[in-house]
């Protein structure tokens, strides 16, 4: 049972919420901060960790067993890299990477290192997602045989990422990885998508919403409507809706627990992925990073691995081209 020595490397918006769900459990001490920006350097210093603007050199200097790895999407491979040939293990944001060579070379660096790699798909801990995951998995619906999945966010979302990134790579990817779960296993024949552009498009030149068919080889299906261009004041619209054999699961997340209303009109909280209770960042970001903490203690592979990154990024990336080229894309590519 031994204590944990975590670092993080890219300290925006999702290496923050790891990092404060971490500190808040036992056997785990934040040791540092790696990221270039004077203004994440300073949030990470309010934190009492050291920091430091080059990953190479917190590596060379720090003793750590873990490291979170958070950057933008482009820059996944090299920090992953550095980090495991010092001997860490990794638990790395969501998507694995960019394309499917620089998926290839994160999960080949980890492994020839022997180290453990855990993809950051936060909503595998969800509870309500593993409650539909347990009913295909024990068989109380049957197999599977259509998924439908609805996560549209508003514009604020795309606004803040500026155009790095398309909205089926950053908000998409986390329910193709969800149908592919619950899939368990069974291989994707094909995929067919369709985009809808409006004012994300006219300010980023990126899709505001997207509809992806995912065709199973047993004949099942799923579908993922996702988009990030509902109005300014909105609310995130999350829905999954399962059926099998012998029944279905419906999740609705629309609102979430807590409406709220103030003169600047009505809200909805996040609640369910995170939320501050006495002091501590708690929901299913902590539940997340803390069966990261465990796998490193009792030397568990990750419920999350590498390979399943992979699976889902080609999905992304099928969807990608078949907008691009308006046709359905064969897998594997």
Not at 164 to 171: A, F, K, M, P, Q
Not at 187 to 201: F, I, M
Not at 209 to 227: A, H, K, P, Q, Y
Not at 276 to 301: P, Y
Request: charged share 25%; with cysteine.
């Amino acid at each position: 049972m031994k204590h944990v020595n975590l670092a993080c490397v890219g300290f925006g918006f999702m290496g923050q919420m790891l990092v404060r769900a971490a500190a808040g459990l036992p056997y785990v001490t934040i040791c540092a901060v790696s990221d270039p920006s004077e203004e994440a350097a300073k949030r990470a210093e309010q934190l009492g960790v050291r920091v430091y603007s080059d990953y190479v050199n917190m590596l060379g200097k720090e003793r750590l067993d873990g490291v979170i790895v958070a950057t933008p999407e482009p820059m996944h491979v090299d920090p992953v890299i550095h980090c495991a040939d010092a001997d860490c293990h990794i638990f790395l944001e969501k998507p694995i990477a960019r394309a499917m060579n620089e998926a290839d070379q994160i999960i080949t660096a980890c492994e020839r290192r022997r180290r453990k790699l855990m993809i950051g798909y936060i909503l595998r801990f969800e509870p309500a997602y593993c409650a539909i995951k347990r009913a295909v998995a024990e068989g109380d619906i049957g197999p599977l045989k259509t998924a439908y999945a609805r996560r549209n966010a508003p514009i604020g979302e795309a606004r803040r990422l500026k155009g790095r990134t398309n909205v089926i790579n950053y908000i998409g990817v986390h329910d193709i990885d969800q149908i592919l779960w619950y899939a368990d296993g069974a291989e994707v024949k094909s995929v067919l998508a369709k985009a809808v552009n409006g004012r994300v498009y006219e300010e980023f030149a990126t899709w505001d919403f997207v509809w992806i068919l995912i065709e199973f080889v047993n004949g099942s299906i799923g579908v993922v409507e996702t988009g990030w261009g509902l109005q300014e004041n909105s609310w995130a619209d999350m829905k999954m809706n399962v059926i099998g054999g012998r029944g279905q699961c419906s999740l609705d997340l629309l609102p979430m627990n807590v409406m709220q209303v103030d003169p600047m009109g009505w809200k909805f909280p996040v609640t369910r992925l995170w939320c501050e209770v006495a002091g501590n960042l708690v929901g299913a970001v902590q539940t997340e990073i803390a069966h990261f903490i465990e796998c490193i203690r009792m030397d568990r592979e990750p419920c999350v691995s590498g390979i399943d990154g992979r699976r889902s990024l080609e999905v992304a990336i099928a969807a990608e081209m078949s907008i691009q080229k308006g046709k359905s894309i064969t897998l594997p590519l």
